[in-house]
C-alpha cells in the first residue's frame, strides 16, 4: 500500500512547483534579468575644446524596447522611443560617461549599431556610429516564455491536482477494499484439521 501512494508524493511536489512558478514567474524575469541581462556603454570625449553639453543615442528599437538604464552620476537620462538622450551634465575632453542597462526581456545578442550625437556648450554636434555588443542572455527568453505563457502553467497544475484527487480517491477504496476483505476472512469459521 506504501507504494501506491509514492507517486501522489511526486505530484503534489510537482504541483506546488507549477503554482510556484505560476504566480512567481515577473518575478523570476526581474531576478534572471539583474542576473544576467547587465550590460554598459561609455562615450568618451577624446579631444576638443568645449565641453560636451547633451549626447543623443540612436539605438536599435529592440534594445531601446527592452532596457532599463541606470542614471549615470551628473547626467539626466531619457528614453523616448529608441533615442537615449543625456542632458544636465557637462563632458570636458578627456573625460568618459557611461551609461548601464540591464536587459528587461530577451533580445536576441550580437553586435547592435548605434549612432551617436554629441552637442557641445556653442551647438556643435560630433556624429558617430558605433558598434555595442549585446549579451544573448538565453535563460532570460525562458524566463520570458514562462512569463508569457504562465496560464498553461496553472492549466498543468490543475491537471496534476486533478490527478492528485483521483489517486486519493482510488486509494482510498482500495483500502476499504481491503478493510473488507480482511473482515471477512475474520468472519469465516474456520475448518478444523481432519
Known sequence: MARKRRPA???IILFVILLLLFFFAGAIVELVSEW???GSFTYSYLGGNEAIVSIRYSLPQDLADSMVLKQPTGWTV???GNILSLTGGTLSPGETVT???RLKEYIAGGLKTITTTSTTVSGVENIHQ???QVPDVFLLALANILYQNNIWLL???IIVLIAIIALFVVGKKDKEKETQ???ALKQEPQNPAA
Open 155 to 157: 492549466i498543468l497544475a
Open 181 to 183: 476483505q480482511a473482515q
Open 78 to 80: 531619457n528614453l523616448d
Open 36 to 38: 544576467s541581462g547587465q
Open 130 to 132: 558605433t558598434n555595442l
Open 99 to 101: 551609461v548601464d542597462y
Open 9 to 11: 508524493i511526486s505530484l
